[in-house]
Each structure stands twice: as C-alpha cells, then as structure tokens.
C-alpha cells in the first residue's frame, strides 16, 4: 500500500503563487509514476501534471505548461506542484496520486492511490 498526503492549498489573489506538496510513505518502491490532478466544482477531475518517481521526467496538462512545475525529493519522498501565475480557472481541488502502472497516464483511472485533496482557491 502507498498512502499519500497533500498540503499546501490556500487562498492566492490571481498572478499568485503557492506550492503544494505530497508526502507519499508506504511501499514507494512499487511507484512508478506521481500525478497531480485538480477537480472543480460541477466538474470532473482532470489531470494538471505527472512525474516519473525515478527517472524524473515530467509531463504537464496544456492549461498549466508554462506556469506550473511538477518535482520530486526522493530522499524526502515529497512530491511538489509548484504553481506560478494563478488564475481564478485554477480553483479546484487538487490531488496527488500514484500509479505502479509501467505507464505515465494523463487518466485518473489508471492510478492507483488518492491523497485526500486540498483546497487551492484563487481570486480575481
């Protein structure tokens, strides 16, 4: 089992930053790969941007290249989600997750653990 905390979710006026973290524990040796999703309201959960737990390498959503960073801290075994240049369609909440899955999805089915979300709300 991996179980996976979020943090870092608040209230940020537009142009803003804030960074979220994700401490992951439990078998992190069975994770292949680390992804960010975010759900609004009346809406369904859409990725944001995924890592390869090992080797690093990073893939982001259209709406977020550019102004969001995904990294990781293998000895810390933290996930970050570094987000820059807010704007108000960035409210949601946001949730890290896990897949053992040999495969870098962009699809919330293919992962297996869910952290518990948290709140990131940007006004205008």
């Known amino acids: 089992q991996v179980q996976l905390v979020e943090s870092g979710g608040g209230l940020v006026q537009a142009g803003g930053s804030l960074r979220l973290s994700c401490a992951v524990s439990g078998r992190t040796f069975s994770i292949y790969a680390m992804g960010w999703f975010r759900q609004a309201p009346g809406k369904e959960r859409e990725f944001v941007a995924a890592?390869?737990?090992?080797?690093?390498?990073?893939f982001y959503a259209d709406s977020v290249k550019g102004r969001f960073t995904i990294s990781r801290d293998n000895v810390r075994n933290t996930v970050y989600l570094q987000m820059n240049s807010l704007l108000p369609e960035d409210t949601a909440v946001y949730y890290c997750?896990?897949?053992?899955?040999?495969?870098?999805?962009?699809?919330?089915?293919?992962?297996?653990?869910w952290g518990q979300g948290t709140q990131v709300t940007v006004s205008s």
């Open positions: 997750a896990a897949t053992v899955s040999r495969v870098m999805s962009t699809s919330a089915t293919r992962y297996d653990y």
């Open positions: 890592i390869r737990w090992s080797a690093g390498s990073t």
